[in-house]
């Protein structure tokens, strides 16, 4: 059970996080090491409870101590990563602050093979209602100001009657930035993260 528990939420995690990841691929790894982490943790957990199960109904000793030693390793991995998770938390967050400051430049990028990149972020921008990384529209250079740019274009029916929007060079724009929906997104997963890992800790002893 414990198993299946933390494979569904790992998965959860990693699915719900795809669009912020799959605009800022830069910070992928940071997102996604602890929840690689879980979801290995409870496909192993899985396949030893099958074959503790088997153990069991044999009443085979051998298995049943491999069972047990294998669990408890488990279980100390779980605990140190929860630890670790807390302690290294402001760490995280200041590695991703300076990932999103060394990407702003991505988007003032006028190169073709920046392109991809930029579509993918504007499809960010207009799911989550924010603009630009750090500094809103500032972060987007000289892109912003093109003739056909829609960069951060608040698609409310009424924006100048929203809190999400506000008006910026003639047009309508989103407040809020992205940076604080990616940090945001990054302090909840870790929360998550180790809230399983300490309180399936505690269900398994």
Request: aromatic content about 8%.
């Given at each position: 059970?414990?198993?299946?528990?933390?494979?569904?939420?790992?998965?959860?995690?990693?699915?719900?996080?795809?669009?912020?990841?799959?605009?800022?691929?830069?910070?992928?790894?940071?997102?996604?090491?602890?929840?690689?982490?879980?979801?290995?943790?409870?496909?192993?957990?899985?396949?030893?409870?099958?074959?503790?199960?088997?153990?069991?109904?044999?009443?085979?000793?051998?298995?049943?101590?491999?069972?047990?030693?294998?669990?408890?390793?488990?279980?100390?991995?779980?605990?140190?990563?929860?630890?670790?998770?807390?302690?290294?938390?402001p760490q995280v967050e200041e590695a991703v602050n300076?990932?999103?400051?060394?990407?702003?430049?991505?988007?003032?990028?006028?190169?073709?093979?920046?392109?991809?990149?930029?579509?993918?972020?504007?499809?960010?921008?207009?799911?989550?209602?924010?603009?630009?990384?750090?500094?809103?529209?500032?972060?987007?250079?000289?892109?912003?100001?093109?003739?056909?740019?829609?960069?951060?274009?608040?698609e409310l029916e009424k924006p100048s009657s929203s809190?999400?929007?506000?008006?910026?060079?003639?047009?309508?724009?989103?407040?809020?930035?992205?940076?604080?929906?990616?940090?945001?997104?990054?302090?909840?997963?870790?929360?998550?993260?180790?809230?399983?890992?300490?309180?399936?800790?505690?269900?398994?002893?």
């Amino acid at each position: 059970v414990c198993g299946c528990i933390i494979l569904g939420f790992s998965i959860w995690i990693r699915v719900n996080s795809t669009q912020q990841v799959k605009a800022c691929s830069h910070i992928s790894t940071i997102i996604y090491a602890g929840v690689n982490l879980l979801i290995a943790v409870g496909a192993i957990i899985m396949i030893l409870g099958f074959l503790g199960c088997c153990g069991a109904i044999k009443e085979s000793r051998c298995m049943l101590m491999l069972f047990f030693i294998a669990l408890l390793l488990i279980l100390i991995l779980q605990i140190t990563g929860g630890i670790l998770g807390a302690v290294y938390k402001p760490q995280v967050e200041e590695a991703v602050n300076l990932t999103l400051s060394a990407s702003v430049n991505v988007l003032q990028s006028t190169s073709a093979e920046d392109k991809e990149y930029q579509k993918e972020f504007q499809m960010l921008e207009s799911k989550e209602k924010c603009c630009g990384l750090l500094n809103g529209p500032q972060d987007w250079g000289e892109n912003f100001y093109k003739p056909s740019s829609n960069i951060c274009q608040c698609e409310l029916e009424k924006p100048s009657s929203s809190d999400l929007c506000t008006k910026y060079q003639g047009r309508y724009i989103y407040k809020r930035s992205c940076g604080e929906v990616i940090i945001q997104q990054i302090k909840d997963n870790l929360i998550i993260i180790m809230g399983i890992a300490f309180g399936l800790a505690v269900v398994e002893v």
